[in-house]
């Protein structure tokens, strides 16, 4: 199973020391034991998502360009509207990165900008039935590989995720919120041979990073996604 | 309904500054429910305005001042007041206050803050469940509006960020998909639980000024 890190963008961090720090927490996970990076190695090796901080996509190009990193982008439904989401959409296509991760997002209220309008112009399966149908702009249909994070506590989740796979959406990333996801939607998706992740926050590990990863490794998951919030000192760097 | 709330008297105070003769405007509808603009809140607006040296040419209950039509009819009994008026306050939403100024052509000052189309628990207890978005899909989703309810306004199906029952951003309240999908179930709709909206179309909403 391999493991991806994930992290946002920070607000106030230099970028080139950023850009440098992320490239040595790269060569840690590549020692860890239980990343079996060989089997998949058409998976992204790092998402960075964008949230507050500096722009994502000029770090995801880097990444590409000088250090020849897989890299996913991944970003919210809740910032930008479908002309925004354009032009990012645009930007990924001209730096030829093709994995995006889309979540609805955390909404302003739960963050420090509380006063901020919420966008949600589209929601994720909006956006994949647009990128599918090739229904927006000089992005040509199934251009991207279309990851979509969900839940997976409620039924209701379920028919989310059957939708998804409806419209054509590529790869699957259900939350972890302490309880192991519900094992049904999980065999769904592995029979629609649809790529399966779980998506972890590093404070929700209780225990140590192999221990975690032993005690999913019998759901199916082609990859657990481990989100940092400090790419110097977090979960793989911890001795 | 439409909830409306009391302005800050102070903004109304400034508004008024240069104006010394002042009707006053109130709904009898839905202001009048929510208690900003019945006609206790006309006298309450008429004593204030005269204890700040203000000389009140009228006050009128109007039953829809947001209704053309009914605006034309009952205005007709303030008419000669109305014209040695510099200014009307109204207490009512939005709309009737821009009725009133767009029929009267006299400078208008609203009195309240519109908020939301609302149920009303009782008085001091609304709740916001329609939006008004343009295309209404309760038929799809057992009668529970996620537009309006869902704070994020999701069409198909829950955020990533829910707890398997209550909602991620007001964490005592159940999330609405949840709702919906109980609610399909007990009508035995469960087909609807399969259906794909498309992305919103602003633009036809943005047209709605006129039908
Ligand atoms: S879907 Fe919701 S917001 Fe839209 S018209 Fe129906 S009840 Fe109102
Ligand atoms: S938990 Fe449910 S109601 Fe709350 S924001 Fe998410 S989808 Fe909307």
């Known amino acids: ?239 | 309904m439409f909830l409306t709330e009391k302005k800050d008297i102070q903004e109304i105070d400034e508004a008024l500054k240069k104006y010394k003769k002042i009707g006053v405007v109130g709904c009898a509808s839905c202001a009048s429910v929510c208690l900003t603009g019945g006609s206790r809140e006309v006298k309450e607006m008429k004593k204030h305005l005269e204890a700040s040296g203000k000389e009140v040419t009228f006050t009128i209950s109007i039953d829809e001042p947001c209704d053309k039509r009914v605006l034309k009819e009952d205005i007709r009994f303030v008419e000669d007041e109305l014209k040695e008026t510099e200014a009307v306050v109204v207490l009512s939403c939005g709309t009737g206050v821009q009725t009133i100024g767009e029929f009267t052509q006299k400078k208008v000052i609203s009195g309240t803050d519109s908020k939301y189309i609302a149920q009303t628990e009782h008085i001091g207890e609304y709740y916001a469940l329609c939006g008004g978005c343009d295309v209404c899909r309760l038929n799809f989703t057992g009668g529970v509006c996620t537009v309006t309810l869902c704070p994020k306004g999701l069409l198909n199906g829950p955020c990533e960020g829910h707890n398997g029952n209550n909602c991620e951003v007001f964490e005592d309240k159940e999330c609405v998909f949840v709702k919906s999908y109980e609610m399909l179930k007990k009508y035995s709709e469960e087909d609807n639980l399969n259906k794909i909206f498309e992305p919103r179309d602003y633009g036809h909403s943005a047209a709605r000024t006129k039908i």
């Open chain 1, 1 to 239: 199973m391999q493991i991806i890190p994930q992290i946002e963008t920070p607000v106030s961090k230099n970028y080139s020391v950023f850009e440098e720090n992320l490239i040595k927490l790269l060569n840690a996970i590549k020692n860890n034991t239980q990343n079996n990076t060989g089997t998949y190695n058409s998976l992204p090796q790092i998402i960075i998502e964008q949230n507050f901080g500096f722009n994502a996509l000029l770090l995801c190009r880097d990444l590409k360009e000088k250090h020849k990193i897989k890299t996913a982008y991944a970003f919210n439904m809740r910032d930008k509207n479908r002309i925004s989401l354009l032009s990012d959409l645009i930007t990924l296509k001209q730096i030829g990165l093709k994995d995006i991760i889309v979540f609805e997002g955390v909404h302003p209220l739960k963050t420090e900008f509380k006063s901020a309008k919420p966008v949600y112009d589209i929601d994720i399966l909006g956006l994949g039935l647009m990128l599918k149908r090739g229904l927006m702009n000089d992005i040509q249909a199934d251009l991207f590989n279309f990851g979509a994070v969900i839940g997976s506590s409620a039924p209701v989740d379920f028919l989310k995720a059957k939708k998804l796979i409806d419209i054509g959406a590529d790869s699957f990333f259900i939350n972890y919120g302490g309880v192991n996801p519900d094992e049904s939607m999980i065999k769904y998706i592995k029979s629609k041979n649809k790529k399966l992740f779980l998506n972890v926050k590093e404070l929700s590990i209780k225990g140590s990073l192999n221990d975690f990863i032993k005690s999913i490794d019998n759901f199916g998951f082609d990859g657990v996604i481990i989100k940092i919030t400090d790419e110097n000192l977090n979960v793989f760097t911890r001795k």
